[in-house]
Structures are given as structure tokens and as C-alpha cells.
């Protein structure tokens, strides 16, 4: 491959709070080590609806994914697939609904907590469900925990793209609403987990990106059309030029984004232009 990349998604984190709360990736972006865009999320801006369009670069309303029940193989292609198809290996610590859009379905426990499989398009998948998770009970891995399981990924398995997926933020904007007291210390907590390993990938020679799958209200919700839902930061550490700093981003050029950097193969159906170059 090209470059080895790695999608960071911090679930449900809206743009005003990644700017304002997250201290160590706007410090790298101060000192010019790292990039960051608005985002705009696909609609409905709800979570398995963003997954989905993350990956494939098209809508919701063609990979038919419109709620968080549309549970499915997807039918189109996707980052996993043409990264492997390009002879590279993927791995993913994500929400198990990555692993029923992208792998196979329906859900397994079982057989799809954990696998390592060098012919399917997730080549190593490592997977949590959240079963039972209510404002009572979040049902939520510690971050550290996923962020170490993804290097375990990259230095065992030398994988080529890797994401990870972690609900937290999404979780606790449910409970508590994004202006509180409680999503500030959310926010600066995951803020220093990552920070303890980023710069271990970077050193091996990953390109990275933390973005967000959608935003939040100040009540806690998400799904319907407004800044605050759907508008996320996205951080870039890595090479290629980029736009100005002040172009709001199309979440469906994520996917071609990924593939260029990487050197794979872009599908037709991926049609949103690159945001980065390939260089």
C-alpha cells in the first residue's frame, strides 16, 4: 500500500465541543502537526445511517441503511473490501454493527466477537456489542482499552487500515446533553487516552484521523438536519494537500479520501471527490 491509515470515529461529538474541549488534538493543530476541518454529516444523522456512508461513500438513501434497526450485509463497496482487493490487510475495533454492515450477518456472538481471517474483508476484527446499554447502564468499553487493542492490531498483525469506534461521547451526550459539566470531563478524558497512543502510530508510520460520525444536540439527540447534529471536526495527521481550512467537508468523500492516500482503487460508486491528494 501507499500509506497506512488509521480512522479514529469518536462517536457523537459535535463540532463545537471537539474545538472547544479537546486540548491535545487542537495543541498539535496549533503547532502545525495536524490539520482539521468542519464535517457534515449524511442524513439522517444517525449513528448505523453515518457507518454506513462513512465506509461506502454513498447515502443512506441508496445503501439503504435509514436507522439504527436497518441491520444488514451492505451491498456496495466499501473501505474494507477494496483495501484487501488492493492486497492489503484491515482490521477493525469497532461497534459490532461494523462487522454485520461489512462482514457478514446476521450477528454472531460467538463466532464475530473476535476473528482473524485472512480472506474475509475485515481481516482482523475485535468487536463489542453494548447489549443492554440505557441511560441507567452506558455498556461501554473503557477507550483505553480500544485505543490499546487497535495498536495491538497494527504491531502484531502490521495491518495497512485499521479504524476504531468508540460510543462514549454518543453515550454520554445521551444521557447528560452535550452543555454540561459531565460531557466536559468525557471529552477531555478521551482527549488524553488518544494522545497516549497516537503518537505510537504516527512514529509507525500511520496516517491518522479522528472525526466523528455525527453530532448532538444540547438535549441529546441526533438524526435530523441542523449544525449541531450533523457537523463534526475532522483531524488529519498525514501528508497530501488538503483544502482551506475554513471548506466544510462531505462525509462521503471519507471513503475516497482513505482509498487515494492508500493507493486502492476508488469503485464508481464512491462519487464525492477526494479532500486530500494522493501525493
Known amino acids: 500500500m501507499k500509506n497506512k491509515v488509521l480512522l479514529i470515529i469518536l462517536d457523537g461529538q459535535p463540532w463545537r465541543n471537539a474545538r472547544r474541549l479537546n486540548g491535545n488534538l487542537e495543541g498539535w493543530v496549533h503547532s502545525g502537526a495536524a490539520r482539521v476541518w468542519k464535517m457534515r454529516s449524511v442524513l439522517p444523522s444517525t449513528s448505523a445511517c453515518c457507518y454506513a456512508s462513512i465506509h461506502t461513500g454513498v447515502t443512506p438513501q441508496e445503501h439503504g441503511v435509514y ?29 459490532s454493527f461494523w462487522s454485520i454492515f461489512f462482514n457478514r450477518a446476521p450477528w454472531d456472538f460467538v463466532r464475530d466477537i473476535e476473528y482473524d481471517d485472512p480472506d474475509g474483508p475485515i481481516t482482523h476484527g475485535r468487536f463489542h456489542t453494548m447489549t443492554g446499554y440505557g441511560n441507567i447502564n452506558q455498556m461501554t468499553p473503557s477507550d483505553a482499552d480500544l485505543f490499546a487493542t487497535l495498536t495491538m492490531l497494527t504491531k502484531r498483525h502490521g495491518i495497512d ?13 445521551h444521557r447528560f446533553g452535550q452543555d454540561c459539566v459531565e460531557m466536559d470531563d468525557a471529552c477531555a478524558r478521551i482527549d488524553g487516552m488518544l ?5 505510537e502510530w504516527l512514529k509507525d508510520g500511520y496516517e491518522v484521523i479522528v472525526t466523528a460520525d455525527h453530532g448532538q444536540s ?21 501528508g497530501g494537500k488538503g483544502p482551506a481550512d475554513d471548506v466544510v467537508l462531505d462525509q462521503l ?19 464525492a471527490p477526494p479532500f486530500l491528494t494522493a501525493d
Request: glycine share 14%; net charge positive; proline share 5%.
Open 195 to 199: 494522545a497516549h497512543f497516537l503518537p
Open 253 to 271: 468523500a471519507l471513503a475516497p479520501t482513505i482509498l487515494t492516500r492508500m493507493g486502492a482503487k476508488v469503485p464508481g460508486t464512491m462519487k
Open 161 to 173: 487500515y485499521g479504524i476504531l469506534h468508540t460510543c462514549t461521547l454518543d453515550s454520554m451526550g
Open 67 to 95: 436507522t439504527n434497526e436497518t441491520l444488514f450485509r451492505v451491498q456496495f463497496p466499501d473501505i474494507f473490501g477494496q483495501v484487501k482487493a488492493a492486497g492489503g490487510k484491515t482490521g477493525a475495533v469497532t461497534h
Open 218 to 238: 444540547d438535549r441529546g439527540h441526533h438524526g435530523g438536519r441542523s449544525e449541531d447534529q450533523q457537523d463534526v471536526a475532522l483531524y488529519w495527521f498525514g
